[in-house]
């Protein structure tokens, strides 16, 4: 119950963000359900600095080596009969490392088990981390407002705005918290503000107005509304999305890719004309 917030009712918040916003509503209405789990921050902040700038077949390796080596036994699922997998072994269940258990961890160790220069985020977080008071530390973040959290978890190695409001809001209770990437841009740009499409990268202070433009939107757990937008962006989404939301949502897409194409082409024939003069 409380991994999944189930004392946070969903539909008052629905309500209250499709008043403020026709376009959710109706992604509302075919993609229900959609929560925040209160992940513990341990794992979460150890996951998310592993996540960075890669994608999701290799951060879940990452982790599942990082549970095996470090991490306590809880169980095995037999796996007879399954036909669609190339091993029939028991699949084998572990815990996430404790951050005692983390402290066996040496550099040259997580980077021969594939975590690469994250190996060193990992170790020298850690240290941080245990200096600064453990998992209790984490915790009492629980009791501060979004922008006090963003600016200590910053500290930690490896730990930048995004990644800081994903554990913020994943395991700390910060429920106005908005991680901005690309993505999340873009979504701001097409349904917000067209004017931040003027931004030519995510500064600090274009990270701010992104996030500002969800919590003035949607001011009671902004932070939810954005993930439910999010969710309804992802492919294995867009059979169930309205016709001409999952349209809109194509067009932008082949939009951006043929500015990015043009982009990169400009940036080519710049290059040539220097290496000429050179």
Not at 78 to 96: A, C, I, N, Q, V
Not at 165 to 183: G, N, T, Y
Not at 238 to 264: G, H, S, T
Request: charged share 30%; glycine share 6%; aromatic share 8%.
């Amino acid at each position: 119950r409380d991994y999944f917030q189930l004392s946070t009712p969903l539909a008052p918040l629905y309500n209250d963000w499709s008043k403020n916003d026709p376009r959710l509503a109706r992604i509302a209405e075919v993609i229900p359900g959609v929560r925040i789990l209160r992940q513990d921050p341990i794992e979460c902040l150890f996951s998310f600095i592993c996540s960075s700038n890669n994608n999701i077949p290799r951060i879940a390796l990452m982790l599942s080596r990082l549970r095996e080596r470090y991490g306590g036994y809880l169980m095995e699922v037999p796996l007879e009969g399954r036909t669609d997998l190339e091993s029939s072994e028991p699949m084998k269940f572990y815990s996430f490392p404790t951050l005692t258990s983390l402290s066996l961890a040496s550099e040259e160790q997580l980077r021969s088990m594939g975590l690469g220069y994250r190996a060193r985020y990992i170790t020298e977080t850690r240290d941080i981390l245990t200096k600064s008071g453990g998992k209790d530390f984490l915790l009492s973040l629980r009791n501060k407002d979004t922008e006090s959290v963003q600016e200590e978890l910053v500290k930690f190695s490896g730990v930048g705005r995004k990644v800081a409001d994903c554990v913020a809001l994943f395991s700390l209770d910060q429920a106005e918290a908005i991680p901005v990437d690309v993505h999340v841009l873009n979504i701001a740009c097409r349904d917000y503000d067209p004017s931040l499409s003027e931004a030519k990268s995510l500064t600090p202070m274009v990270y701010q107005r992104v996030g500002d433009t969800f919590r003035t939107r949607f001011w009671s757990h902004a932070g939810w509304a954005h993930s439910l937008l999010f969710v309804a962006e992802l492919p294995s989404f867009r059979p169930v999305l309205p016709e001409d939301i999952a349209l809109e949502m194509e067009q932008w897409r082949e939009k951006e890719l043929a500015k990015k194409a043009e982009a990169r082409k400009a940036n080519a024939a710049k290059k040539g004309k220097v290496n000429k003069k050179g």
